[in-house]
């Protein structure tokens, strides 16, 4: 983006309150020549997009295309990067399996290569930033084509893949706690594993992983929730039961409180595919009138539609952008042309229903969710018509 204009959104972000900001390097190109941004009131003053060395958040309001820069998705994990050799890095298959396999990068890259364009996010991704999301291309190869040529036994039902990453963890039982050094693991079932989209994947938007996104391989799980998503992936062990690890059984679970025949029943549930969500990510004005710019991100069902709501008047159609609505797993970006907006602060809030019904709750609606993971809610938005 030529620098004059980059200068102008930073000082409009400024304007906004936003000085702290750790602007990225490319600021919102995709606004039209004479828009403007238009300032969210209810983004605190100071939103760091790095905090730790190790984390980096996306400014969903610079969102320009279908794909989220390498350089600027989000990243987070449990047990820091670990720097591996793609040259001598190793995916071993093991346990249950006719032939244990020993498979280099290069021998991934010689198998049938496919392509996937997929929303991601992680499960704890909420307001007021939204920024652990974003939607990559990924491309490699089929995990089921990796255990087909293991052969998975007949009895093995569960698939662990590990990371390279590791650290000392406390199992407690009972109360007595034994202290062990542990891989970071996750697991799927065995059906799940078969299905064709899981995906052994070398490369985000034709460029090789980096470090960040779990160079040289990482496993890919279309409309499954970040943490499904094992980086810097080492090892796939197959075996009869399952598979309890922390970052399994411990760390990403749900409790919500559910009406069965007028009773509640508590459940807990593992987090596995991401539940129907869209948010605004920026609104601008421009000549006549503003747009209103959001995502919805899902589990790869169709969508039936996205809709905008102003202030308490009605539930008005969004329109889907063509090119992220032919990947069934991409992000869905939508636009609302917001005419007549008067002076003062508005709410604008969006919500998504898909074709089996689901309607994108209300926080209200999730009151008996009392996890803090998988927050799907609408999320009430405000600005200010100057
Ligand atoms: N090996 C490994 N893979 C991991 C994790 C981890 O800690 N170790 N964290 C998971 C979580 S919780 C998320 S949200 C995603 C983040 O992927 P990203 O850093 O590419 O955005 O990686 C997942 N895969
Ligand atoms: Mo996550």
């Known amino acids: 983006m030529e620098h004059s204009r980059r200068a102008f959104v930073q000082s ?3 304007a906004a309150g936003a000085a702290a900001f750790n602007l990225p390097e490319w600021v919102l190109p995709a606004l039209a020549a004479g828009d403007t941004l238009v300032p969210f009131t209810d983004l605190p003053a100071t939103v ?3 905090p730790t060395a190790d984390r980096r958040v996306f400014d969903v309001r610079t969102i320009d295309g279908l794909l989220t820069p390498a350089a600027q998705f989000f990243t987070t994990q449990h047990y820091g ?3 591996l050799d ?9 346990g249950l399996v006719d032939r244990t396999l020993t498979l280099s990068v290069d021998d991934l890259k010689r198998m049938k290569q496919v392509d996937v364009v997929a929303g991601f996010e992680c499960s704890g991704n909420s307001r007021p930033l939204q920024g652990l999301s974003g939607n990559g291309r990924w491309t490699g190869v089929p995990l089921r084509e990796v255990l087909r040529r293991a052969g998975i036994r007949a009895d093995g039902r569960e698939i662990v893949c590990f990371g390279a990453d ?5 199992v407690d039982f009972r109360g007595r706690v034994t202290k062990v050094d542990q891989q970071f693991g996750r697991s799927l079932s065995r059906d799940k594993a078969l299905t064709p989209e899981p995906l052994v994947a070398h490369s985000l938007n ?21 943490v499904a998503n094992v980086k810097w992936l080492a090892q796939i062990h197959v075996q009869a039961d399952a598979y309890l690890g922390k ?4 760390w990403y679970r749900t409790l919500r409180g559910e009406t069965i025949n007028g009773e509640v029943k508590w459940k807990e549930t593992a987090v596995t595919h991401q539940n129907l969500k869209s948010f605004i990510a920026r609104v601008t004005a421009g000549p006549g009138e503003h747009t209103v710019l959001g995502v919805v991100l899902h589990d790869g069902t169709p969508l039936r539609s996205v809709e905008v709501k102003v202030d308490d008047g009605p539930w008005q159609p969004a329109v889907l952008d063509p090119e992220s609505a032919k990947h069934p797993y991409s992000w869905k970006i939508f636009r609302y042309a917001w005419r007549g907006a008067t002076p003062g602060e508005h709410t604008l809030v969006s919500r998504a229903t898909d074709t089996r019904g689901r309607v994108q709750p209300t926080a209200e609606e999730l009151v008996s969710k009392k996890t803090f993971l998988e927050d799907n809610s609408q999320y009430p938005r405000k600005v200010r018509i100057g």
Do not use: C, D, S
């Open 81 to 83: 990067h670990p720097v």
């Open 86 to 94: 793609a040259g001598t890095h190793r995916l071993t298959v093991t």
């Open 206 to 226: 034709g460029e090789p992983l980096t470090r960040h996104q779990g160079f040289p391989l990482r496993l890919i799980v279309p409309g499954w929730y970040g």
């Open 12 to 14: 409009t972000l400024a």
């Open 48 to 50: 760091n997009l790095t």
């Open 247 to 250: 970052y399994q059984a411990r």
């Open 166 to 170: 590791h650290g000392e963890e406390e």
